[in-house]
């Protein structure tokens, strides 16, 4: 087996052998463009390694015969000679990876060769700063010595010098530093500083091995998902320095401006300087187009080769490099990262350019990306300077006066006040404010924290982790980093997409792309809208998922329409029982006998009916899924506990009687309990009221010249016996409101596919059924067995952090467990009853990654919210395109 | 396609296609016994007539040709002539079957053929009274017309003669009733009662073809699980009568006792009657024995052919005859039922008369006949009149003072009192005062009413549907049949297993099975412990499935070692917690910061070890499978409720801080919360100190000579990482404790399979485990989605009533839903990994229908409470008799 790869010999499509940064690398060197020779030590040598503990036999020889030929090219010898080769060691895995060891730069350098490197280099200073950065990064990442120990000796260096930086201090302050650090080294490990220049290679590469399986590596590489087993390569790399003097210096640069996708010339440079300077940020870089000013030449040549990428990989890239002495070296490339706007206006000017056609086009975004477009921004953003910045842990814009605890939350919001709910972090008991508030920010925690996790449950804008700002909840106040002071009821704005946080209150405007599906603005209205039209177009041509919503009012409706919605998945019933309707509901719960429960069916009938004739005429001609009542009844009566306390105290006699009816029916877990079919089996008439005011709210629309489409879903079956016992109730309603009516309905009778045990007998279910639904919410509740109400606060945070989820099965739908299930009862479904339709109505309707799995399981729609319709469609076009995939 | 056998073509083998009475009537002929000629009409032909409606176009001819080769061999035509031949057309399908139209005798009686028959017996009486007969039972079943209209007019023809019985109705006054009949048929068809004899015997064979679809045979066979396309064989048979004199006469007849198994003869006898007037009770009839009197050669005959009929079917058959002047003829015959100690004493006599072998006594009893062996009796009962019979719903025999509402059960049970509530029908808000009765006892509803479902489950002696017993709740009292009155606080016992309720204490032994099994009672105590000795001896020679116990305590470990327990497969640690560790538990969960949380741990610790040092001493050397802590923390603390009223009426400061525990703690859906692994992945060290107290106790023990074998599982697994998280952990522990103590312990660690989604990922999952137990009652909850609290008491009852379950799937598992996933995660787990042990610590595990089904996917054991141990046994070894079922 080969280990060793020349930069001559890979190219960009052996990322699995090479890792990203060794593929690419050798891509560029194939395509001629300036790279520093070197080669890559590939995953198999790795997964060898991590397999025995040990190199594989033949890598010593190996890397000595590429190390051979590399000194020969070079004319070099690894840290030998008057001109001493210096290398840089880099991991490099198939997917970048934070927590695995990143760089040793300068390998090479010894007691002997940092002399040659000072004279070759004619800089004393230059060499000893190399070694006492190698000494120090070596040390910190191969021996694994704590990292402060070397600091803590640098702070007293400046502190002797009397210096503010590192960059002021001298060749001999750093000759002193390098014999500290040594020591050091021997104080941690037992032996000095390894001065074989190859055996220092030789640990680097194993240290990057190693790093495969640190601790935070391990963690990224669960939540991600992504497999334990492929290894990491290595890239050794002649050394080049951007720090020989003026006419040396260091540089990023992007093809396109990752912000906002335009054409031109993007990036930053810094003369005299190394990337670890750029990084640190000592000195300040300055615009790429400066270049042109300090070094016409590699200017060109950087524009050059540029070009030469993006017309090679077909992509905005990213590309850093390096200026030795006036000579342009490339020491990295790939396909860049940009933000959502640039993403649609990129794929639609290089579809424009005719370098990649309409499918490729569509790969090239994503849902998640369509997602941010759509949040409200800050309309002036830019005129205001944040007072901090935190992770975006949910997206939105959120502005409102600060509280500090949940009750003032809760008290301001009941006010008619807009809150921003501030914490150091959340807990459970901070549920209640997090619900009132328009937006929560919090001074810690990640992207996995509780504010974090649950907000996005929430659909509410989030900043978390925003670390330099002081939140001190005793005191009721928030301190910047400069000392600026927000208290209680002061405004803050928050900006979810980009985690900043500002004082004061930013206006909000709505998102032009919304405003583009709403039909207020013309779909040329501006480039980035013009951008969304065209690929939503090729993703509506491409899908074959239909795309309905979950909507329970006409209004919704109506939206859902605009919003490209193909009929309404999932009308909730339950929602028709609120509100004014209360009382009556009541009635029905306390009906005394058959008699009383039937007057209160009888006053529903004519309100459930209107509500159905609503609906049906905003979705005329679509088909509309009604779900008969979902919810135990006991959620239409107060809560027990605090009833129990009235009574207690007060002893009102109608609430002693309305206790009574509460106490019968409570139950110790609702989720389990007397609920969807069961209670339509239960409480005699309810789902044939339910039924009836389908049926004549149909009956009526059709009268009036409409074309209404009712489909009657009924939630929560088990088995195949429930349904046929309600479908025989139900169509001898229907048949008697056509006999009534005169109409001829044709209304499919269908059901959810909610608990595991349906989807286990689907196969029998779908005798008398002529649809499935699958409610994707409750079958991740039942299989998982947990109720997300309780576990997102409780025990979701943990899960995250130790990387037993890598994404909460609430966002996305759990492939292997969940989702083995609906793919079972999809092929059960369809064997026992070809003509069945199948759709989904839980929450991962409008997700990504879900729309995909759905689609590769064979759904024929996806319902969703209405706000979540043109995600769900790009993603479903997305889908029928082979090899998109979700994340960008 | 043939449609019609002669009795002389069937045998007892043909029953799919002849029904059960069909079947036997033909190998009855086959074996040359004295059976009145006739024919059986098919299956076949039944279910050729459910699809179409119609009978199939050659079953009239194929009719006609056996009917006229019985005519030709009686000699007689049907209906016609001096000496007509009359018919019995009854019903019969593969199994005896409830709701379906049974039998029409006298078929070919006319206005004309009365006459005929009236000469032909010489008694105009009986020629009159067997054409009224005909009349009301073909009105009734054949036409459908409401037989209180017959019965009315039998009233008034008594009220007019004034006789008290039929059987006092004089020829005149029988013939003038035909003429009121006839007219009640005219009335309610529109036409005439059929004068072609032929007519009516096609109208009756199709009324027993259409009654395989009535509304209770259609119950019946969605409860009993029985398919709906079996359809019924009918049987048409020359009619014999016993009402011809007194050398005539009609009986029953056991070939052995079914009540106690012991040989000898058994029946009853009925000189001169019908088998109608056995089943009407107007007469009583006389032991069997007495007809050795009244016809000895008739009485010789019957023993010669029981003898011939029990060596033939090798087992107790029961036997329908009539005497026909003299002339004795089998009407029927079966594999009779029999009592429990019956069926042990029958299997064990016909195995040691060598009629049997050792597998086929096993198959000839069952484990719900031996639950019931070892329920306690009544001693005396025989000493006692039964007051009144209700159903047998739920086993045992139970004494306490009548009470007529929960909360006066609850308040006499609080004060030490044994109660026995008496409803006319219970519902949920009896739930409390049935926890707290010894028995229940109600005057409505059946196997599946409230009463009957809850008491089952709850394991408590109930009798229902006891309709003579006029319950009167407002008075607070009982009325007997007889006017005898019991009040509140009189005593009344009732037998489970018989239904009969006693006035008064009747004293209760306990099994002598029980005595037994529990090593008190020899193995050859009496002739039943002796059958149950050796059928269990051989039942556990041929069972594969191994049988260990749930047991929580020393106590328990040692009563299941008794009862054949090879091990411990759940111990629940929860029980740990409770009594005077409460106060402990709650310092856990009330603990602020580390330390206090620390200290709460270890002082749990000793106590925890001690336990289980004691529990492995009373299974040394057998395995015992701890399974970590289960349920969410709050089931340790107060009700949330109770609490708030408390503090809210008492604002008691230490109560309202444990109410901020009990909020915090609060969860909508306790049983899909915080537990399990969850809770000891968010807990710190509370798993650990669970695992140190197993590790120690089980190092203790062996420091003491002894053979410690724990197993550790961690419950709720729904992932293969959380698994992970806590085997490392608790192998730290463990290695910490050998490191400590020098002891080598190696002990399993396992996961509950009681989540769908751990099923579903099984193959992940044995990575990590050592050993699978398969926690079926929580996997029944997950998979139907319903809390077995929650739903047992609200919709079962409605459930089991339509018909939705047959039996409720907490009792026996669900093959198809979370039988499916068992299968699946049996050979998943079993793929990843052979050796891996699986089990099921279920209430499944001692339920008989189950341990087959855990037998048939290859469980290496089941585990039941100590009491199930001989119930799972037995079926264990019958499961691995092939052909054994579990109902008799």
Excluded at 301 to 328: S, W
Aim: proline content about 4%.
């Amino acid at each position: 087996m080969k280990f060793v790869y020349d930069f001559t010999e890979g190219n960009k499509d052996l990322k699995d052998l090479l890792g990203g940064k060794g593929a690419n690398l050798a891509e560029m060197t194939r395509l001629g463009l300036p790279v520093p020779p070197g080669f890559t030590i590939t995953t198999d040598a790795c997964r060898a390694f991590l397999l025995t503990g040990d190199e594989p036999d033949t890598l010593h020889d190996e890397v000595s015969a590429h190390l051979d030929a590399l000194e020969r090219r070079m004319g070099r010898r690894l840290g030998q000679g008057d001109d001493p080769l210096l290398v840089s060691v880099r991991s490099g895995a198939k997917f970048s990876m934070p927590g695995m060891m990143d760089t040793v730069l300068n390998i090479g350098l010894t007691d002997e060769s940092v002399g040659a490197l000072a004279a070759q280099a004619g800089d004393e200073r230059f060499a000893w700063d190399s070694y006492r950065r190698l000494i120090q990064m070596f040390g910190r990442t191969v021996l694994g010595i704590d990292g402060g120990l070397f600091e803590d000796r640098i702070d007293e260096a400046r502190r002797t010098a009397g210096v503010a930086t590192d960059v002021e201090l001298t060749a001999d302050r750093l000759r002193a530093l390098v014999a500290e650090f040594k020591e050091i080294v021997v104080a941690a490990t037992g032996r000095g500083f390894p001065q074989d220049p190859r055996e220092q290679m030789d640990l680097a590469v194993r240290a990057v091995f190693a790093s495969w399986n640190g601790e935070r590596a391990r963690l990224y590489r669960r939540q991600e998902r992504i497999p334990n087993d492929l290894g990491t390569a290595v890239s050794v790399c002649a050394m080049v320095f951007g720090n020989l003097g003026p006419d040396s210096g260091t540089g990023v640069a992007f093809t396109r401006d990752p912000a906002s996708g335009h054409q031109g010339v993007y990036g930053d440079y810094l003369a005299n300087a190394q990337g670890e300077d750029v990084v640190a940020g000592i000195r300040n870089t300055v615009p790429l187009a400066e270049l042109e000013r300090l070094d016409a030449a590699s200017y060109a040549e950087l524009l050059r080769i540029m070009e030469v990428l993006e017309n090679h990989y077909l992509d905005l890239c990213d590309i850093e490099f390096t200026i030795e002495r006036g000579k342009l070296w490339m020491l990295q490339t790939r396909v860049g990262k940009r933000t959502a706007a640039a993403a649609f206006r990129i794929a639609v000017q290089l579809l424009d350019q005719g370098l990649i056609d309409e499918r490729e086009a569509l790969r090239r975004v994503t849902g998640g990306q369509l997602a941010q477009l759509m949040f409200p921004r800050f309309s002036t953003e830019s005129e205001h300077t944040p007072i901090g910045t935190g992770i975006a842990a949910s997206p939105g814009a959120a502005s409102g006066a600060a509280v500090f605890d949940s009750a003032t939350a809760v008290a301001r919001a009941a006010a008619g006040e807009r809150v921003i709910l501030v914490r150091r972090e959340t807990n459970p008991d901070d549920l209640d404010g997090m619900i009132a508030a328009q937006g929560i920010l919090t001074s810690r925690g990640g992207k996995t924290s509780h504010a974090a996790v649950v907000a996005r449950g929430m659909g509410k804008t989030c900043v978390c982790g925003a670390e330099e700002l002081q939140v001190d909840v005793a005191a009721r106040r928030l301190t910047t980093a400069d000392g600026t002071v927000i208290g209680e009821g002061d405004v803050l704005s928050i900006d979810g997409a980009s985690g900043r946080v500002y004082a004061g209150e930013v206006p909000v405007v709505p998102s032009s792309v919304v405003e583009y599906f709403e039909g207020t603005a013309a779909p040329d209205a501006d480039d980035l809208v013009a951008a969304v039209h065209r690929l939503m177009t090729l993703a509506d041509r491409e899908r074959h998922l239909g795309v309905r919503a979950n909507a329970d009012t006409a209004e919704d409706a109506a939206r859902a329409r605009r919003f490209g919605g193909e009929g309404v998945g999932l009308c909730r019933t339950e929602h028709m029982f609120l509100g004014d309707r209360r009382e009556l509901v009541e009635r029905l719960i306390l009906a005394d006998g058959e008699a009383e429960r039937e007057a209160a069916l009888d006053a529903l009938l004519p309100l459930q009916r209107g509500d159905f004739t609503e609906l049906f005429e905003a979705m005329d001609g679509l088909p509309v899924t009604v779900r008969l009542l979902d919810p135990p009844l006991h959620e239409f009566l107060p809560d027990l506990t605090d009833l129990s306390v009235r009574v207690a105290l007060e002893h009102d006699e109608r609430d002693t009687r309305l206790l009574t009816a509460v106490r019968r029916l409570h139950e110790q877990n609702p989720m389990l309990g007397l609920r969807g079919v069961r209670l339509g089996l239960v409480v005699p008439g309810l789902f044939t009221m339910q039924v009836r005011a389908i049926a004549e709210a149909a009956a009526a629309r059709r009268a009036a010249g409409g074309n209404p489409r009712p489909e009657i879903m009924i939630p929560l079956v088990g088995t195949v016996q429930e349904l046929e016992i309600v479908r025989d109730e139900a169509e001898a309603v229907i048949a008697d409101v056509e006999r009534v009516t005169g109409a001829a309905l044709s209304i499919p009778l269908g059901t959810m596919i909610e608990l595991p045990r349906a989807a286990l007998t689907a196969g029998q279910i779908a005798g008398s059924a002529d649809f499935f639904s699958f409610g994707t919410n409750d079958l991740t509740q039942t299989v998982w067995g947990f109720s997300r109400d309780d576990v997102e606060a409780s025990f979701f945070t943990a899960y995250l952090e130790k990387g037993i989820f890598g994404v909460s099965p609430f966002e996305t739908i759990d492939a292997d467990g969940v989702g083995s299930l609906v793919r079972a009862a999809v092929t059960a479904g369809r064997a026992a009853r070809p003509d069945l339709k199948l759709g989904v109505c839980g929450e991962h309707g409008g997700d990504p990654e879900s729309v995909h799995f759905f689609h590769e399981v064979g759904l024929d729609y996806v319902s969703c919210s209405p706000f979540r319709i043109p995600v769900a469609r790009l993603e479903a076009g997305r889908a029928a395109t082979a090899g998109a995939t979700t994340t960008p």
